[in-house]
């Protein structure tokens, strides 16, 4: 059963809106930041990684982001033409913003953390005008990532991508991608996600991300088909709930729920699980398997990820997952 459609006449799979940056991650493992001396550079970002990991696995992609300009900027470029990822709406920001950086510290596999430094950064300076609407509208789908609607001008563009999407039939993958550290209040947090939610397809994130949006609704209990039921009403044809190494949930509008196990692996470091989740689940989806496979090869993806230095880079190719499938130990999640 397909839950999404997508016109298969258009030039770009996938168009990712939302914050090019760079992760500087530690070489340094089982150490705490202040011991930490050096680290390797690369390019970051949730919906960027997500947009890379989708290229790697032989999507046509494109980006809708501003850069910094200076060497940082030129760098995420450069990386992005590398991968095939399309750049004509990347937009140098002229007012002397720069990029974001996120300092990783890996103490060990299950205790890591991210160190941002995000002030005045150019990826929340994406101008609503900046949006094409031709561009959307040359697309399969558009991806977008909640921490670009963290401020102004950056949530109107993302407001403005939404509406070229719903009006060009466009389908849209929203990743909750919460980060408190770029937020202020949590009322206007839970309100923009919540705006935003009800106008995404396909709503992706953990259950802390969802507990986050629910919040301030003095729901008398929540769960994860309670958290999934309150999209169905709006735009939402799947909900995607992640449980870390237990694995994820996924409700559908036809009122099914289908169960995301686990592959085992070594594990590195926790990040970039989620958006080598989400790259291959897309990929999954926009390949016609069902929902529950689309799942496992999402949490393939991941377990590969999390076993390698970086977010990006380390994106698998279609090979590389199917070739961990077939030794790799699954552990399936309990219905
Ligand atoms: N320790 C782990 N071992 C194997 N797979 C994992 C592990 N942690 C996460 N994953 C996979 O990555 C997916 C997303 O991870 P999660 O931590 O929930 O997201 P995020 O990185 O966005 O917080 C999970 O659903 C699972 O498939
Ligand atoms: O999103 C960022 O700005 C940082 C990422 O590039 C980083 O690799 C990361 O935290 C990935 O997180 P996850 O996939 O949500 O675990």
Same mark, same amino acid.
């Given at each position: 059963? #397909?839950?999404? &459609?997508?016109?298969?006449?258009k030039?770009?799979?996938?168009?990712?809106i939302?914050?090019l940056?760079?992760?500087?991650?530690?070489?340094?493992?089982?150490?705490?930041? +202040?011991?930490?001396?050096t680290?390797?550079?690369?390019?970051?970002g949730?919906?960027a990684?997500?947009?890379?990991?989708?290229?790697?696995?032989g999507?046509?992609?494109?980006?809708?982001?501003?850069?910094?300009?200076d060497?940082?900027?030129?760098?995420?470029?450069s990386?992005?033409?590398?991968?095939?990822?399309?750049?004509?709406?990347?937009?140098?920001?002229?007012?002397? @913003?720069?990029?974001?950086?996120a300092?990783?510290?890996?103490k060990?596999?299950?205790?890591c953390s991210?160190?941002m430094?995000?002030?005045?950064?150019?990826?929340?300076?994406?101008?609503p005008?900046?949006?094409?609407?031709?561009?959307?509208?040359?697309s399969?789908?558009?991806?977008? #990532?909640g921490?670009?609607?963290?401020?102004?001008?950056?949530? !109107?563009?993302?407001?403005?991508?939404l !509406?070229y999407?719903?009006?060009?039939?466009?389908?849209v993958?929203?990743d909750i991608d919460?980060?408190p550290y770029?937020?202020t #209040?949590?009322a206007?947090?839970?309100?923009?996600?919540?705006l935003?939610? +009800? $106008?995404?397809?396909?709503?992706i994130g953990?259950?802390?991300?969802?507990?986050?949006?629910?919040?301030l609704?003095?729901?008398e209990?929540?769960?994860?088909?309670?958290?999934a039921?309150?999209?169905f009403?709006h735009?939402?044809?799947?909900?995607v709930?992640?449980?870390?190494?237990?694995?994820s949930? @996924?409700?559908?509008?036809?009122?099914?729920s289908?169960r995301?196990?686990?592959?085992?692996?070594?594990?590195l $470091?926790?990040?970039?699980a989620?958006?080598s989740?989400?790259?291959?689940?897309?990929y999954?989806?926009?390949?016609?398997?069902?929902?529950t496979e689309?799942?496992?090869f999402g949490?393939?993806?991941?377990s590969?990820v999390i076993?390698?230095?970086?977010?990006s880079?380390?994106?698998? &190719?279609?090979?590389?997952? $199917?070739g961990?499938? +077939?030794?790799?130990?699954?552990?399936?999640q309990k219905?």
């Amino acid at each position: 059963m #397909s839950y999404l &459609t997508f016109d298969s006449e258009k030039k770009f799979d996938l168009v990712a809106i939302g914050r090019l940056c760079v992760d500087l991650n530690a070489n340094e493992i089982n150490r705490p930041m +202040e011991e930490t001396m050096t680290f390797t550079k690369y390019v970051g970002g949730s919906p960027a990684n997500i947009a890379i990991g989708l290229s790697r696995l032989g999507m046509k992609t494109g980006f809708i982001g501003k850069i910094a300009d200076d060497q940082m900027g030129r760098f995420i470029t450069s990386y992005l033409e590398k991968n095939e990822i399309n750049t004509d709406s990347v937009i140098t920001d002229k007012t002397g @913003a720069v990029t974001g950086l996120a300092f990783t510290e890996i103490k060990s596999p299950e205790e890591c953390s991210i160190l941002m430094y995000r002030d005045n950064v150019a990826d929340l300076k994406l101008e609503p005008t900046e949006v094409s609407e031709e561009y959307i509208k040359q697309s399969k789908s558009l991806l977008i #990532s909640g921490t670009a609607l963290a401020k102004s001008p950056s949530r !109107e563009a993302v407001f403005m991508a939404l !509406e070229y999407a719903r009006k060009n039939n466009v389908p849209v993958f929203f990743d909750i991608d919460y980060r408190p550290y770029t937020w202020t #209040s949590e009322a206007e947090t839970a309100v923009y996600y919540n705006l935003a939610a +009800e $106008k995404s397809d396909v709503i992706i994130g953990t259950r802390e991300e969802f507990d986050m949006m629910e919040k301030l609704l003095n729901l008398e209990e929540s769960n994860d088909q309670v958290t999934a039921e309150r999209w169905f009403s709006h735009n939402a044809k799947i909900v995607v709930i992640k449980h870390g190494g237990d694995g994820s949930i @996924a409700y559908t509008n036809d009122g099914k729920s289908h169960r995301g196990g686990i592959f085992k692996t070594k594990v590195l $470091k926790t990040f970039g699980a989620g958006d080598s989740y989400a790259s291959a689940f897309i990929y999954g989806l926009m390949h016609d398997y069902s929902v529950t496979e689309a799942m496992r090869f999402g949490g393939a993806s991941a377990s590969i990820v999390i076993s390698k230095h970086s977010s990006s880079d380390a994106m698998p &190719t279609v090979e590389e997952i $199917k070739g961990f499938m +077939e030794t790799a130990e699954e552990v399936l999640q309990k219905a």
